[in-house]
T-cell receptor, first 117, second 117 residues
Framework: EAQVTQNPRYLITVTGKKLTVTCSQNMNHEYMSWYRQDPGLGLRQIYYSMNVEVTDKGDVPEGYKVSRKEKRNFPLILESPSPNQTSLYFC????????????????FGPGTRLLVL | AQSVTQLDSHVSVSEGTPVLLRCNYS??????LFWYVQHPNKGLQLLLK??????LVKGINGFEAEFKKSETSFHLTKPSAHMSDAAEYFC???????????????FGAGTILRVKS
C-alpha cells in the first residue's frame, strides 16, 4: 500500500531535549516536505527536499533541521525544542512530473502531535 | 509573493443544501491550485486540483471548483451536502518560485464545514 508513515504519532518532551520525528514514503517520490499545523494558521512549510541531498527552507525553518540521505526518508530534527514548537506536524511527499519541478499531488502522513513543556 | 485567503473560517449548512467554500489567491506566476480536506484526527486528502487545463475542475465526493483568473478565485462547491462532508478544508496554491527548487505550497488558514441534520 502506498503510504507516508511518521513516527512517533504523539510525543511529549521538555524544553531543550533533542528529538527526531521520522518520515518515510514507499512511493519512490523525489519531493518530500514537512509542515506544521496551528489553529487559524493552516499548514506552514518548514523544510522541503527535491531529492537526495537537496533540501531548502520553507516559510518557518527556525529551530528545525532536516536531512535527506536516502530517497525514502526525511527526518525532522528539533535540536533544542521550545514550547512554541508545540504543534501538529505533517510529512508529505510527491513525484516531480515532467522534470521541470512541477509538483503533483502531495501525499500526507497521519501527523505527529508534539507537546513541548 | 504568493498567498491564499479563505474568506470564511467556519461554514455551516444543512444536509442536502449546497456548499460554497471561498478561496482567493495571489500569485506572481501561473499557479496550480488545490483543495485538500482534513477529517478530524486524520491527515490531509486531495479533493481536486487545477493545473492550467480546464477551468472547471471536478474532484472526489461530488466536489468541484472553478478557476477564475480575472477574480483570482478558486471556490469549492458541492450541490448537496452530506453529513460525512463535515471536515476542515484547505485551499492551496503551488507556484514555481525558483526553477531549480521547484514549487512551494502555500496553504490557506482553513475553513471548517459543519453539516447540520
Amino acid at each position: 500500500e502506498a503510504q507516508v508513515t511518521q513516527n512517533p504519532r504523539y510525543l511529549i518532551t521538555v524544553t531543550g531535549k533533542k528529538l527526531t520525528v521520522t518520515c518515510s514514503q514507499n512511493m519512490n517520490h523525489e519531493y518530500m516536505s514537512w509542515y506544521r499545523q496551528d489553529p487559524g494558521l493552516g499548514l506552514r512549510q518548514i523544510y522541503y527536499s527535491m531529492n537526495v541531498e537537496v533540501t531548502d527552507k520553507g516559510d518557518v525553518p527556525e529551530g528545525y533541521k532536516v536531512s535527506r540521505k536516502e530517497k525514502r526518508n526525511f527526518p525532522l530534527i528539533l535540536e533544542s525544542p521550545s514550547p512554541n514548537q508545540t504543534s501538529l506536524y505533517f510529512c508529505a511527499s510527491s513525484s516531480l512530473a515532467g522534470g521541470q519541478g512541477v509538483q503533483e499531488t502531495q501525499y500526507f502522513g497521519p501527523g505527529t502531535r508534539l507537546l513541548v513543556l | 509573493a504568493q498567498s491564499v485567503t479563505q474568506l470564511d473560517s467556519h461554514v455551516s449548512v444543512s444536509e442536502g443544501t449546497p456548499v460554497l467554500l471561498r478561496c482567493n489567491y495571489s500569485s506572481s506566476y501561473s499557479p496550480s491550485l488545490f483543495w485538500y480536506v482534513q477529517h478530524p484526527n486524520k491527515g490531509l486528502q486531495l479533493l481536486l486540483k487545477y493545473t492550467s487545463a480546464a477551468t472547471l475542475v471536478k474532484g472526489i465526493n461530488g466536489f468541484e471548483a472553478e478557476f477564475k483568473k480575472s477574480e483570482t478565485s478558486f471556490h469549492l462547491t458541492k450541490p448537496s451536502a452530506h453529513m460525512s462532508d463535515a471536515a476542515e478544508y484547505f485551499c492551496v496554491v503551488s507556484t514555481l518560485e525558483r526553477m531549480e527548487y521547484g514549487n512551494k505550497l502555500v496553504f490557506g488558514a482553513g475553513t471548517i464545514l459543519r453539516v447540520k441534520s
